[in-house]
């Protein structure tokens, strides 16, 4: 694999999302993921953006990361976020070592030697794995105690059946745990429920049913809960979300441009990028850019592996993902204004960034999750006098 610098990687993202976003449109219609997307990213070595040197990958940062995310998703905001999943695994379990050393090798080279690797988190009545809980899929040791057999159900399992190994959180008795599991062991079955969902219709993010399900003894990576209680929040998932809707807002800001640029109405004779009011609409929207990226890149490079300093950065994380997600919920939007009727046509691909950037609210931290975190944060640098 050619060992790629930050630079090299966004220009590798840039190539694929030129191709991805020429089939884009139709994935998006169909509901499906492209193999043929997947099958680049494996082969350019984009998966392995993450994982460290010395197990075979680019072990970029996070700033280089999200540079290349934001890139890679004006092609097509879901195989962006199929392969943000890995990305923001590998980048925070390169830090954390949460996993045994040896299992952590052995993903990571099952990741730069072309799998696909996700995890499966939620379920129909946890909700959302951040906020606690243990999950109803279980797993218990068989009758000769040299496998575990797994029963139960995940939902939005982003990747669907082109995943080649799922990091499956579950419970072993009354402890949390995760288990290897192989896409294609016997009782895995997946059900196409994700096909006419709002946003990233094109992610295969489909639920998956585990019956009777067995894996080696040795594909336990995590059972238990550390000394400290819950894990330490990763900074890697909000900060790689953030890059996928950041990326299709750009690319909405792009589009619009470009059919401004052609539409000449034959009362106006010249195209309506000479209009002031619509000057000043494409001006909002790239004010609006121009603030968020700003912020995301700012964070970003703020973040340098310490763990030390986790707790401390964390509530410009979730400013940053907070802004980021309503920036682009706005500029999507406003785009929309811009073009008029023909945006919710599928003849732009508006009305697409506009669903797809919707997700990004959904992800932790959300909505007033995250305003909280960063009032918190505001109120006790005041208290303390850290200002």
Known sequence: MTVLNGNEAVAVARQLAAEFASRANEADKIGRLPAEDVQALKDTGYLGLSVPKEYGGQGLSLQDCVAAQITLAQGSASTALVAGMPIHIFGHMAEVRAWPEEKFEWLSQVSVNGGLINSAASEP???????????DTYAVLNSTGEGWVINGHKTWTTGGRHLTHILVQLRIEDEPAVIVVRQDALGVAWVETWSDSLSLRASDSHDVYFNKVTVPTDHLLVRGRSEAGRPQPSVWFPMIMSAVYLGAAIAARNAVIQFALGRVPTSLGKPITTLPKIQRQIGEIDLALQAATA?????????QGDE???????PRIAAAKYQVTEAAAFV???????????????SLPLERHFRDVRAGSMQPPSGDTALEIVG????EQVRSGRI
């Open 295 to 303: 912020l995301l890149y700012e964070v970003a490079a703020q973040w």
């Open 376 to 379: 918190r944060h505001a109120i």
């Open 332 to 346: 999507t939007e406003q785009a929309l204004r811009v073009a008029g009727g023909t945006s919710i046509t599928r």
């Open 308 to 314: 030390a300093s986790r707790q401390k950065i964390y």
């Open 125 to 135: 009545d946890l909700g959302s794995p951040s906020r606690g809980g243990l999950p």
